[in-house]
């Protein structure tokens, strides 16, 4: 498998697990460029200054100087995927509110390692490349279902299983992704909204806008709104206004009358 040669940096700042990262990228990508190392707050600061952006971030919580999201909420224009790595288990909320694609616990193992790399060589691959052999086959042979049929949210301290007939719509706000429940509960979810229509059933599911996937099931009356668009009356509601965008109303209306 071709893979794109990232440049990488490392914020930790115990000298052990900084080895450790290291030996374990050097076994697993070895064609990785680790350009920039720091072991506080302040050094990486001024390195995000001098330096370019870099492709990914490995980057510990509890560093000397403070926590490394000190770092990430101070940072204009960030826009690279962090993977953070920690010996504490209380931050992964926040983590992914920060541009954090996975959290690793310490120590660090090549197992958990590996699956974080093909989590973000997924992510940032193009959508051409993202094809599923297996899925494609299973509807060639006329197979199972090759749709996503749960989702797994976090819930206080605990993971929950939430079948996918159990949610009204899933859409992202301030750089996050929620779920919102037929009951009208809302969860928060690691995965993004492209990743997560490429999976759902589109006679089921239609994305109206950049931050909404809803389901079938949830609309209750369509209206004109302003600009040639629709807005849909939605149960439960939820915080969104449900505004259908122009370029997407035709094809709206074709799901609408098939589902």
Request: hydrophobic letters at 40%; a neutral charge; one cysteine or more.
């Amino acid at each position: 498998m071709n893979r794109q040669a990232l440049k990488v940096w490392l914020i930790e700042d115990e000298p052990p697990a900084m080895r450790r990262l290291e030996r374990l990228l050097a076994e697993l990508r070895p064609d990785y460029q680790i350009t920039f190392r720091a072991d506080s707050v302040v050094d990486t600061q001024e390195g995000w200054q001098k330096m370019a952006q870099p492709d990914l971030i490995f980057s510990d919580i509890q560093l000397a100087d403070g926590l490394s999201f000190d770092i990430w909420d101070q940072t204009p224009n960030m826009s690279c995927p962090i993977i953070f790595t920690t010996a504490f288990d209380q931050y992964s909320l926040r983590a992914f509110q920060v541009n954090g694609i996975d959290y690793l616990l310490k120590p660090i193992e090549a197992v958990q390692l590996e699956k974080s790399l093909q989590k973000q060589e997924r992510l940032s691959a193009p959508p051409a490349t993202l094809v599923d052999w297996q899925r494609l086959s299973r509807l060639i042979e006329g197979g199972q279902s090759s749709y996503r049929e749960r989702f797994l949210v976090q819930h206080k301290k605990d993971w929950l299983p939430i079948q996918v007939d159990e949610v009204s719509q899933v859409y992202s706000q301030d750089s996050m992704t929620f779920l919102l429940s037929r009951t009208g509960k809302r969860f928060l979810i690691s995965e993004p909204l492209d990743k997560l229509e490429s999976e759902l059933d589109p006679r089921s599911w239609f994305r109206i806008n950049r931050s909404q996937i809803i389901h079938a099931h949830s609309v209750r009356k369509v209206s004109p709104y302003f600009n040639h668009r629709l807005k849909l009356d939605i149960q439960p509601s939820g915080e969104m206004e449900n505004i259908v965008s122009r370029q997407r109303v035709k094809a709206c209306k074709v799901w609408l009358g098939q589902v």
